[in-house]
C-alpha cells in the first residue's frame, strides 16, 4: 500500500484538487490583490479595462459606468464565470453589494468546478465575504462539482473561523458531502494542525463516524496523511481506535502500512488502555491515569522520607548508605520512565509541595511540641497552619475565573463577532469558543479560559489569579521553622562560637541528619517563596498587572510598553491597588473597587477620571 493515499484521492470524489478552470481565479486573485491595485494614483488607464479586469482589481467607478452603459451582471464570461464569483474570490465587498443590487443572482453556478460564489470566497478564506453572501441569501449546503459544501472547503483549507461562523449559522457539525465525508475527516485528512479539529471537537463532532466509500473514520484519515497532531487529539477525545475500514483495516493497521513508529506507539498505547489488547499486569498499571497520578503524587513523599531516613540510620559506613542512595535513585528513574507522562509538570510540583510540608509537619510535633512553649510559639504556628490549609485548599479547588458558555451563547458570541469584523484570536478562543475578557487568557494546562488569569501554578495544580495570602502563611511557616531550628542545641552538643561555624554544622549534621535535611528543605523553600511575595508584590503593588500581562505586555494594545517600564490602564497606584486586590474595607473606611473581570471585554481611556479607563 505505498500508494495507498493516492488512491484513496483518486476514488474520493470530493478532493481539494484545484482544476485548470479553478485555478484562475485563485492566480488572478494573488495577481489582483496587490496593495498598489485599485488607487486612483495608479498609471493605468482604468478606462480600457473590461468589467471582469475591472472587478478583479476592484475598480468601482469602472465597474458601474460599464453596468450603467447595460452590461448584464448576471453573463458569465468565456470561462463560465460570472462577476460575483470574481468579486467573492477578491474579496470585493462593495462591487458584490452593487452587482447582487444590480441582479446578480448569489448562488449562481460557474468555472468548472460548478462552484457558488460562496465556495470561492470560502476557498479563498475571507470570512467577511462568506458573511456579507450570507447576508444577501447564500445557501452554504449547496455542493460543487466535487460534492462539497462550504463547511467542508473551509475545513479542508484550514479556515478554522469560517468553520465557526457556518456551524453558528447552522450547518450541520456532521454534514457529510456527496463522498461521505465530514468536515473532521477533511481537517484530519488536510490540516497539520490544532485547528480546525480543535474547533469541531468543541462542538461535540462525531469522531467514529466512517465515510460512504471507504468507511474510514476520522482517525483513518490522519494516519493516512501523518497528521500526527491530530492523531494526538482524536485519542484525547476517546474516539475508537479499533474501528475497521471497507478492508478491515484498523487506525494501527495503516499506521504499521507505513512504518510509522510515533503513530503505531501512540496507537498501541491507546489500545491498551481501551482494552482491546491483553497487556501484562504491569502495562495495565502503566495504562491506568489515576494510579499514574498517584505514582507522581506519591514519589515526593517516599524520597523525602529516604533521603533523610537513610541519613539518620545508625551506620557508621557511607559506602552503605551510598549505595542505598543509589538504589533510592534506580527506583525513581524506573517510576520515571514507567508512570510519568506528560501531566507530570503539574503532578509532581503538588506532590513535592505537600510532600515537603507534610514532613515539615511531623518534624515539628516530633521535635520541637515538647521543648517549646505552647502561647508565644506553638499557638502562632498552629493559627499560621490553619490560614495556610484554608488558603490552600481556595487556591487548590476553588473556581479560579473559569469563563462559562452555553452551546448556544458560544454560537451567538461567533455569529456577532464574524458580522463585526472581529472574528480573530486576539479575542476570541477557538477552543473554548467564547469572546476573551479584557485580562484573561486560555490555560493550555488547564484547557480552559480563565478571566484575570495569573499563571497556572504546579505547586497547586491549579490556575491563580491571587494567590498572595497563600506563599505569604508559607513564608511564615518556613520562617518559623527556621527560628526554631537552632534548638536543636537542647539536643545535640554544640558550640557555635567556640567551634566555628563549619564545626557546629557537621556536628548538628552527625547528631541529627533528619533535623538538618529538613533545615535545608527549609532554606531552599524560604529562598524562592520569599522571591517570589516581591515579585508578586511589585506587579500588584507597583505595577498594578498580572504575571501573564508582565509577560505578554507587548501582545496587548492596552499596555504602553518601553525598554525600562510597563504603563498599564489598571494601575491606579500603589495603596489603591493593594486596596482592590486584597478588597480591604476596613469597616467602611475603604472602598475597593471590585469587577467581574468575566465580563470585562474593552476599556476605554476616559481622560476626566481618576483612574484613566473606563471597562466596557
Request: proline share 3%; net charge neutral; with cysteine.
Amino acid at each position: 500500500m505505498a500508494d495507498a493515499m493516492d488512491d484513496y484521492e483518486k476514488e474520493a470524489g470530493c478532493v481539494p484538487i484545484l482544476h485548470p478552470e479553478e485555478l484562475k481565479p485563485q492566480s488572478h486573485y494573488n495577481h489582483g490583490y496587490s496593495e498598489n491595485v485599485g488607487r486612483k494614483s495608479h498609471v493605468d488607464d482604468y478606462s480600457t479595462w473590461d468589467i471582469v479586469k475591472a472587478t478583479q482589481y476592484g475598480i468601482f467607478e469602472r465597474c458601474r459606468e460599464l453596468v450603467e452603459a447595460g452590461y448584464d451582471v448576471r453573463q458569465p464570461d468565456k470561462e463560465n464565470v460570472t462577476l460575483l464569483h470574481w468579486a467573492a474570490i477578491n474579496n470585493r465587498i462593495d462591487l458584490v453589494k452593487y452587482y447582487i443590487s444590480k441582479g446578480a443572482i448569489v448562488d449562481q453556478l460557474g468555472g468548472d468546478l460548478n462552484s457558488t460564489p460562496l465556495h470561492w470566497a470560502t476557498r479563498q478564506g475571507h470570512l467577511s465575504m462568506v458573511v456579507q453572501l450570507l447576508k444577501y441569501g447564500a445557501d452554504p449546503s449547496l455542493i460543487d462539482g466535487e460534492g462539497c459544501s462550504c463547511v467542508h472547503l473551509a475545513a479542508q483549507f484550514g479556515h478554522t473561523s469560517i468553520v465557526a461562523y457556518l456551524i453558528a449559522k447552522g450547518q450541520d457539525v456532521d454534514m457529510m458531502d456527496q463522498n461521505g465525508m465530514t468536515p473532521l475527516m477533511w481537517a484530519a485528512y488536510r490540516t497539520h494542525s490544532v485547528d480546525p479539529t480543535r474547533l469541531l471537537l468543541t462542538f461535540n463532532v462525531s469522531v467514529n463516524l466512517g465515510d460512504k466509500y471507504h468507511k474510514n473514520t476520522a482517525l483513518h484519515w490522519a494516519v493516512l496523511a501523518g497528521n500526527t497532531t491530530v492523531i494526538s487529539l482524536l485519542l484525547e477525545a476517546n474516539t475508537n481506535v479499533d474501528a475497521q475500514n471497507i478492508k478491515g483495516e484498523t487506525p494501527l493497521d495503516l499506521a504499521k502500512q507505513r512504518k510509522n513508529v510515533w503513530m503505531i506507539n501512540h496507537l498501541q498505547e491507546a489500545r491498551q488502555a481501551r482494552g482491546y489488547d491483553s497487556p501484562s499486569y504491569l502495562k495495565r498499571l502503566k495504562m491506568d491515569k489515576e494510579f499514574r497520578q498517584k505514582v507522581m503524587l506519591g514519589t515526593p513523599f517516599v524520597v523525602i522520607w529516604l533521603v533523610g531516613f537513610i541519613a539518620d540510620l545508625d551506620i557508621d559506613s557511607w559506602l552503605i548508605k551510598g549505595l542505598m542512595y543509589a538504589g533510592m535513585w534506580i527506583s525513581v528513574q524506573f517510576l520515571s520512565k514507567s508512570f510519568f507522562d506528560h501531566s507530570m509538570h503539574s503532578a509532581l510540583p503538588l506532590g513535592i509541595y505537600l510532600a515537603t510540608k507534610f514532613w515539615m509537619y511531623i518534624t515539628w510535633f516530633y521535635w520541637f511540641w515538647n521543648d517549646l512553649p505552647l502561647v508565644t510559639v506553638h499557638l502562632p504556628f498552629l493559627l499560621n497552619s490553619v490560614a495556610l490549609f484554608y488558603n490552600f485548599g481556595k487556591s487548590w479547588k476553588s473556581d479560579p475565573g473559569i469563563i462559562k458558555a452555553s452551546e448556544e451563547q458560544k454560537k451567538k458570541t461567533i455569529v456577532e463577532l464574524a458580522e463585526s469584523g472581529s472574528l480573530d484570536l486576539s479575542i476570541f478562543c477557538s477552543t473554548c469558543l467564547i469572546r476573551k475578557p479584557i485580562r484573561s487568557k486560555h490555560c493550555a494546562v488547564c484547557n480552559r479560559c480563565i478571566a484575570k488569569f495569573d499563571h497556572h501554578c504546579p505547586w497547586v495544580g491549579n490556575c491563580v489569579g491571587g494567590f498572595l495570602l497563600l506563599i505569604i502563611f508559607l513564608l511564615f511557616l518556613l520562617l518559623l521553622l527556621l527560628l526554631r531550628s537552632p534548638d536543636w542545641r537542647i539536643h545535640c552538643a554544640t558550640n557555635y562560637h567556640k567551634d566555628g561555624f563549619w564545626v557546629y554544622l557537621t556536628q548538628i549534621a552527625s547528631c541529627s541528619p533528619w533535623m538538618f535535611w529538613m533545615f535545608l528543605n527549609s532554606i531552599f523553600h524560604f529562598m524562592w517563596v520569599a522571591v517570589l511575595i516581591m515579585c508578586q508584590l511589585y506587579q500588584i503593588a507597583i505595577l498594578g498587572i498580572t504575571t501573564n500581562e508582565r509577560m505578554n505586555a507587548r501582545r496587548y494594545k492596552h499596555f504602553k510598553v518601553t525598554a525600562t517600564s510597563i504603563e498599564s490602564p489598571f494601575n491606579h497606584g500603589c495603596m489603591r491597588n493593594l486596596i482592590d486586590f486584597f478588597e480591604l474595607r476596613c469597616c467602611g473606611l475603604l472602598r475597593p473597587l471590585v469587577v467581574d473581570w468575566t465580563t470585562q471585554y474593552t476599556i476605554e481611556y476616559d481622560q476626566s477620571s481618576g483612574s484613566g479607563y473606563q471597562l466596557v
